[in-house]
């Protein structure tokens, strides 16, 4: 049963009693319920989330937050080398488990504009025309069918990764 179940049931318990001190002692309980944290979700990236929901709907059997938390799992399921990392952290495992038990917010990814040094705003960001599933050089600035902040994923899916590691191009950390 939850917070407000509880609430809900004792405030028609209240409603239905008419001694003085059982009413009067409900009164103090549902203030004290009242009061009570709920559960916060916890902010997980999105690749923790992914693994989440894939250990949730396997087909053929029910698993556990202990399953999922299991090495031998993780190589057997091709998991991402930077979510095992990130699961192999006891601090991790512990906010993992509270995303698998109370829900979780995926963390918003970091996005940046790609932009070769030495040329001008006009034609010098990385863009992707979203509709035409197309790459080019062009002006910054995000639109309907114009994207110039990626995420790293994105970039990297695209073959794009290596901007990370080139002298040749800037990398800005956007909104």
Known sequence: ????????????????????????????????????DEPQKVKVPQFVADWIEKCKTFKHFVVSLSFALQPIVWEENNLSDKCIDWLMDANNQNTFARAWLDGYEVEKEKRYLVKVK???????????????????????????????????????????????????????EVE
């Not at 917070?3 to 002692?25: H, P, R």
């Open 118 to 172: 030495g040329m001008n705003r006009i034609n010098g960001c990385l863009a992707n025309n979203k509709k035409l599933a197309t790459w080019y050089f062009g002006i910054s600035g995000n639109s309907k069918n114009h994207r110039t902040n990626h995420t790293r994923k994105e970039l990297e899916e695209a073959g794009f990764g290596w901007v990370f590691d080139c002298p040749g191009i800037e990398i800005e």
């Open 1 to 36: 049963m939850n917070k407000q179940k509880l609430i809900k049931k004792y405030e028609e318990y209240e409603n239905g009693l008419f001694d003085i001190g059982a009413k009067a002692a409900c009164q103090i309980f549902l203030k004290d319920l009242q009061q009570l």
